[in-house]
T-cell receptor, first 110, second 112 residues
Framework: GIQVEQSPPDLILQEGANSTLRCNFS?????LQWFHQNPWGQLINLFY???GTKQNGRLSATTVATERYSLLYISSSQTTDSGVYFC????????????FGKGTSLLVTP | NAGVTQTPKFQVLKTGQSMTLQCAQD?????MYWYRQDPGMGLRLIYY???????DKGEVPNGYNVSRLNKREFSLRLESAAPSQTSVYFC???????????FGPGTRLTVT
C-alpha cells in the first residue's frame, strides 16, 4: 500500500499558538483526507484535499500532489484542538481505501 | 440522515467465540470499508467492497470474513476470536470514486 509519514509525532502547544503538521506519501493519490480523532475516539473529517488549498475557520490545509505532501495549519490553538490528527491517502488501485499515517498527537495546554 | 452507523458499540468476547459487526450507510455510497485501529496506531484496512456484490482483501484480512448484504450494509464476521483481534473497528463508506470517505463511530472489541 501507499506509505504515509506524519510529523511531528507529538506536539505540545500553549493555547493561542500556531502549528503546522506535515504528511508525506509515497505514491500518486486521488484521495487525501485530514481527520481529528477526539479523546472519545471519534474520527472527525477536517478536509478532503487531494490537491490545492482549503480553509475552515482556524484550520487550513494545502496539498502539493506533484511533490507528494500535505500540510495542516492550526492557528490560535484551543484546548479543544487536543487529540490525534491523521492524514490518510488513497487511489483507485484499492478502491479508494485509505492508507493512514500514525498520526500527530497534539496537546494544547491552557 | 444518520451517515454511517455501527453496532454494537462495545463487545467483550472469550477466545474462540464468534460474532458479527454490523455497518450501514444511508448516503447511497457504492464503496464500503472495514478498518481496525490498535493503540497508538493509524487505521489499517481489513476488507473493502467497491460495489454491491464484490469484496476484496485489505492489509490485515486474516481471521475475518465480510458480507456486502446490499448497497447499504456491510458486515464483518470473526469466526473464532483471538486476543490479537482486540481493537477498535471502524466502518466507512464513500461514493466509489475519488471523494470524501465517512466513518462510523467505531466498535470497541475486547477478546479475553
Amino acid at each position: 500500500g501507499i506509505q504515509v509519514e506524519q510529523s511531528p509525532p507529538d506536539l505540545i502547544l500553549q493555547e493561542g499558538a500556531n502549528s503546522t503538521l506535515r504528511c508525506n506519501f509515497s505514491d500518486s493519490v486521488n484521495n487525501l483526507q485530514w481527520f481529528h480523532q477526539n479523546p472519545w475516539g471519534q474520527l472527525i473529517n477536517l478536509f478532503y484535499i487531494p490537491s490545492g488549498t482549503k480553509q475552515n475557520g482556524r484550520l487550513s490545509a494545502t496539498t502539493v500532489a506533484t511533490e507528494r505532501y500535505s500540510l495542516l495549519y492550526i492557528s490560535s490553538s484551543q484546548t479543544t484542538d487536543s487529540g490525534v490528527y491523521f492524514c490518510a491517502v488513497g487511489n483507485s488501485n484499492s478502491g479508494y481505501a485509505l492508507n493512514f499515517g500514525k498520526g500527530t498527537s497534539l496537546l494544547v495546554t491552557p | 440522515n444518520a451517515g454511517v452507523t455501527q453496532t454494537p458499540k462495545f463487545q467483550v468476547l472469550k477466545t474462540g467465540q464468534s460474532m458479527t459487526l454490523q455497518c450501514a450507510q444511508d448516503m447511497n455510497h457504492n464503496s464500503m470499508y472495514w478498518y481496525r485501529q490498535d493503540p497508538g496506531m493509524g487505521l489499517r484496512l481489513i476488507y473493502y467492497s467497491a460495489s454491491e456484490g464484490t469484496t476484496d482483501k485489505g492489509e490485515v484480512p486474516n481471521g475475518y470474513n465480510v458480507s456486502r448484504l446490499n448497497k447499504r450494509e456491510f458486515s464483518l464476521r470473526l469466526e473464532s476470536a483471538a486476543p490479537s483481534q482486540t481493537s477498535v473497528y471502524f466502518c466507512a463508506s464513500n461514493p466509489g470514486e475519488p471523494g470524501e470517505q465517512y466513518f462510523g463511530p467505531g466498535t470497541r472489541l475486547t477478546v479475553t
